[in-house]
Nanobody, 121 residues
Framework: QVQLVESGGGLVQAGGSLRLSCAAS????????MGWYRQAPGEARELVAH???????NYADSVKGRFTISRDNAKNTVYLQMNSLKPEDTAVYYC???????????????WGKGTLVTVSS
């Protein structure tokens, strides 16, 4: 059973920084891609940042230049460094990963339970 566990959320003032972590555990053959999504109250879930196994990244326009996604393949972990945070970044942040296992040799999409980020003005 694969699990994604996020950590690092919390309350921060506008202009501050937070670093989110997401660790994948279980019998994993390969992590194909990992990413972060967020969902603000009353809003749809949206992609924040995405990184594939080769290291290529993409970001939502709203976070470009402020957020950086990275991964540690040896630890099956993805990070999201968030700088210059704004009140509009307030949301539950969810980790997402496409992971190949023995049961799912072509990959399966997994979600973490989310971590709350609150940015005060």
């Amino acid at each position: 059973q694969v699990q994604l566990v996020e950590s690092g959320g919390g309350l921060v003032q506008a202009g501050g920084s937070l670093r989110l972590s997401c660790a994948a555990s279980g019998i994993i053959r390969r992590i194909n891609a990992m990413g972060w999504y967020r969902q603000a109250p009353g809003e749809a879930r949206e992609l924040v940042a995405h990184i594939i196994s080769a290291g290529s990244t993409n970001y939502a326009d709203s976070v470009k230049g402020r957020f950086t996604i990275s991964r540690d393949n040896a630890k099956n972990t993805v990070y999201l460094q968030m700088n210059s945070l704004k009140p509009e970044d307030t949301a539950v942040y969810y980790c997402n990963a496409d992971i190949t296992t023995m049961t799912y040799p072509y990959g399966r999409n997994y979600w973490g339970k989310g971590t709350l980020v609150t940015v005060s003005s």
